[in-house]
């Protein structure tokens, strides 16, 4: 079943719709000095950092952002309403929620390929992601035997199940539901197709579609539908984990696939309740991760076992004591401390906060342009690498390097369709038309 659903170009459709932006920040590796320090200036401008220096953090008075005189304010990545959690079952293990119009329309994400994240998602799933505007997806573990899964997409424009590609929609047939025609798939784990209205589009197995219609309009209640009922919406990503639902779950997942469970996943699994993450990177608005333990008992051991792990990441390894006099190691060491202390776990009852920047913070505007500046230095340091050693650089690789995407080393041996030939023989003696030795080899 696995393989007909990655073979019919569902799952990777909406791998390139969400991820297609990072995919396709190779081929900007060799300029990234140039485009972090662009990504910096475009982040200013958009958050009014510019002409602020008190914002920029120069001054602890930092307040809240306001857009500069005659600026349009760029989206504040929150609104006044909760999260719509109409069509998640109430079983839901796992829920992501994430703004694709809101994240390629802001300002800020001129610099980002939007045109190759608009072609792949026409191509894949006949959708411009910037129509989009919000996709809510949900896992169901409850029953590991049959994991079930949804999504429901808002678009900002009427959208018309016709323009999907016939490709994301294998096997399915006309059908009525509901009062409302419908794609009907026949396939158990393949999504059936659904228009509650001409802005939303909901796919999910056909059972689970029909669960998620029936019960939109009555109250749910469960685990991790309760603790996220009264989450803000807007930010630009959300995740939310029911991690005490996986406790069955994932043994079993990883016992059908013949790997152990290890000891550190297994007590993690234990003594955690849920996982939340909030992100806003551009937009304004706040970035935590949040873990809620089963009990105060168990955050307070966690609490003591992040503590020790930072404690062993900045002290001295036994014999680095003549490196840890140096001066340059003493300030990485003091560095080390400035960054544990602004990023210092803070522990309220069963609740761990292990990042939080909040949305009026000068640090949040930079924490766009320091996450990309890491994921395209990331991608650059292997393929510098390889190509130094003459290695394949992998996919992205620029014409002229080794590699999948790149051309073959000069002198490289071709076959009869411009291919490299593999374990060809060495090259021998140049000789002439008449099969004498030429020349050049003569003079060597």
Do not use: W
């Amino acid at each position: 079943m696995k393989a007909q659903m990655l073979r019919s170009g569902l799952l990777p459709g909406f791998l390139c719709l969400f991820v297609a932006i990072g995919m396709a920040s190779a081929p900007i590796a060799s300029t990234f000095a140039q485009t972090f320090g662009a990504i910096q200036a475009v982040r200013e401008r958009a958050s009014g950092l510019e002409n602020n220096p008190e914002a920029r953090g120069e001054s602890p008075a930092a307040g809240p952002y306001s857009p500069a005189p005659g600026e349009q304010p760029y989206p504040t990545g929150m609104t006044a309403g909760k999260l719509d959690t109409t069509y998640v079952p109430s079983t839901a293990s796992v829920l992501l929620v994430i703004r694709p119009a809101q994240i390629l329309t802001s300002p800020v994400s001129q610099l980002l390929p939007i045109e190759v994240a608009a072609a792949a998602g026409r191509q894949h799933l006949g959708i411009d992601p910037a129509e989009i505007d919000e996709v809510v997806l949900f896992g169901d573990l409850s029953n590991p035997m049959a994991p079930a899964y949804g999504a429901a997409i808002r678009f900002k424009n009427p959208f018309r199940a016709a323009a999907i590609p016939a490709h994301v929609r294998p096997m399915v047939q006309l059908a009525d539901f509901n009062g409302k025609k419908y794609l009907q798939s026949a396939h158990p784990m393949m999504p059936s197709f659904y228009g509650p209205n001409n802005k939303t589009l909901l796919l999910a197995p056909d059972p689970v579609l029909r669960k998620m219609v029936e019960s939109s309009t009555q109250p749910k209640s469960g685990q991790l539908l309760d603790r996220v009922r009264e989450v803000p919406a807007g930010s630009d990503l959300y995740l939310a984990i029911d991690v005490a639902t996986l406790r069955g779950a994932v043994p079993m997942l990883l016992g059908m696939s013949g790997t152990p469970m290890p000891p550190q996943l297994k007590s993690f699994l234990d003594s955690t309740a849920g996982i939340e993450l909030t992100c806003n990177l551009v937009s304004r608005g706040p970035i935590s991760l949040v873990v809620q333990c089963n009990d105060e008992p168990t955050a307070q051991q966690l609490e003591m076992m992040l503590a020790a792990a930072k404690q062993g990441m900045t002290a001295p390894a036994q014999g680095e004591q003549t490196a840890y006099d140096d001066p340059i190691a003493q300030a990485n060491t003091q560095y080390l401390e400035r960054i544990y202390q602004r990023f210092q776990p803070v522990r309220n009852g069963a609740t761990i906060t292990l990042l939080n920047i909040a949305a009026d913070d000068p640090l949040q505007p930079q924490v766009f342009g320091i996450v990309m500046g890491a994921v395209v230095g990331m991608r650059a340091g292997p393929a510098m690498e390889a190509a130094k050693h003459g290695m394949p650089a992998g996919p992205g690789a620029i014409p002229g390097t080794p590699g999948p995407q790149g051309s073959p080393p000069p002198e490289t041996p071709l076959g009869p369709e411009g291919q490299p030939l593999e374990n060809a023989p060495e090259a021998g003696p140049a000789v002439t038309p008449e099969g004498q030795p030429s020349g050049e080899t003569e003079r060597r």
